[in-house]
């Protein structure tokens, strides 16, 4: 059996601060990864253990028992028995069913097992003899009856994680995200940040029409916009089905705002924004512009490149600083905008979390 998983995204850093800062936020702006094909996936039988996360380039984050820091891939067994690796191999080339043997090693139930992919086998068997490159490349893990499954991704920035958004999830669109922090040796809904300011489904006030220039200040009056629940769009399943115009002549885009609480931004540690867009995007905190992609140099035009899928449905991630956050009510504002006239879907998301 071979299962095949693309898995193709970048992680991008924010530029211009570093969290936490007490300075005024600067802008922040990050590059779309380029696109990629389609993520295909074949299976004729299940395979008891999954590539749960992986770390091409790993710099400061997770030291092996010698105290170094290699890449690293993780493995998970999300079922309810030991599984013995004995006979299961883990490779680079998905053509090569031999790959690094894994015999002596096992996974108890619901558990996980941080391989050193540092190409020094003879520090033990929980080292690869090959090592990983942030380029982007193929894992291939192979059970001893030759069930398969093969991992590509794409470029992956220094310390940051490609992880499955739920352990060993098997679902081609959404299942893998980056992630701004890696889990080794435990479950990626770690990887989240605990508090929730903003959820996934919160309920968003929106227009089709290109609002007034302070529409994304925390003083402007949205009383006459629509309301509804994310995810919002069109040619999507979404919660909330905005109208989106004539085919051929779609509106430039849709704007929305909410609200949130936060009594203390003094006692949050870090604060990170999850968000899925198409085409282009552009997000305010409390009138000041934090995050872009895409985004046309004169507000109110069509977006400067296309988000399709697979990059569509998978969440960008990305840090937010906590010095623009303010005690009490804080506003989010949210410009899409299309590709193009006759583009066939628009979708928002966005979930906001927080650690104290």
């Known amino acids: 059996m071979m299962r095949v998983l693309a898995l193709l995204a970048a992680c991008s850093s924010p ?17 779309p990864p380029a696109p990629v094909p389609t993520a295909t996936t074949t ?16 710099e400061h984050g997770w ?38 043997p894994l015999d002596g090693l096992s996974i108890e139930p619901g558990g996980y097992l941080v391989l050193a992919a540092d190409g020094l086998p003879d520090l033990g068997t929980t080292h690869l ?24 991704f794409g470029a992956t920035a220094a310390d940051r994680a ?21 889990t080794p040796g435990a479950s990626n809904a770690g990887s989240l940040l605990p508090t929730v300011l903003v959820d996934r489904g919160a309920t968003w006030r929106y227009t089709e029409a290109p609002p007034a220039g302070n529409w994304a200040s925390p003083g402007f009056d949205d009383s006459g916009w629509t309301t509804g629940p994310a995810p919002l769009g069109f040619g999507e399943v979404v919660a909330t089905e905005l109208d989106g115009g004539d085919p051929l002549a779609r509106p430039l885009g849709a704007w929305f705002r ?36 895409n985004a046309p140099e004169t507000p109110g035009a069509y977006a400067t490149g296309l988000r399709e899928e697979p990059l569509e ?13 303010i005690p009490g009510d804080n506003l989010l504002a949210v410009a899409i ?20």
């Not at 299976?43 to 790993?58: F, K, S």
């Not at 003899?129 to 590509?152: H, T, Y």
């Not at 609480?261 to 000041?288: E, K």
């Not at 449905?313 to 956050?325: F, G, N, T």
Request: with cysteine.
């Open 15 to 31: 530029s211009g601060g570093r969290p936490g800062e007490t300075s005024a936020p600067e802008p922040m702006t990050t590059t």
């Open 43 to 58: 299976t004729t039988a299940p395979i008891a253990v999954c590539i749960n996360e992986v770390v091409p380039d790993n």
């Open 63 to 100: 030291r092996d028992e010698t105290g170094a820091d290699p890449d690293w891939v993780e493995l998970h067994n999300p079922g309810d028995v030991r599984i013995d690796l004995d006979g299961w191999r883990l490779g680079q080339d998905p053509a090569d069913r031999d790959g690094a």
């Open 129 to 152: 003899p090959f090592q990983l490159s942030g380029a982007g490349e193929v894992l291939a893990l192979w059970s001893p009856d030759d069930a398969g499954s093969i991992v590509a």
């Open 162 to 182: 490609l992880a499955r958004e739920t352990d060993c999830c098997e679902a081609d669109s959404g299942c893998w995200i980056p992630t701004l922090r890696p």
């Open 258 to 293: 909410t609200t949130f609480s936060v009594a203390d931004p003094g006692g949050l540690t870090a604060v990170r924004s999850r968000l899925r867009y198409d085409d282009g995007v552009v997000v305010y905190l409390n009138g000041t512009r934090i995050f872009a992609v």
């Open 313 to 325: 449905s998978r969440w960008h991630e990305a840090e937010v600083w906590r010095s623009a956050l």
């Open 337 to 356: 905008a299309q590709g193009a006239a006759d583009s066939a879907d628009l979708r928002f998301e966005l979930e906001l979390r927080a650690a104290p």
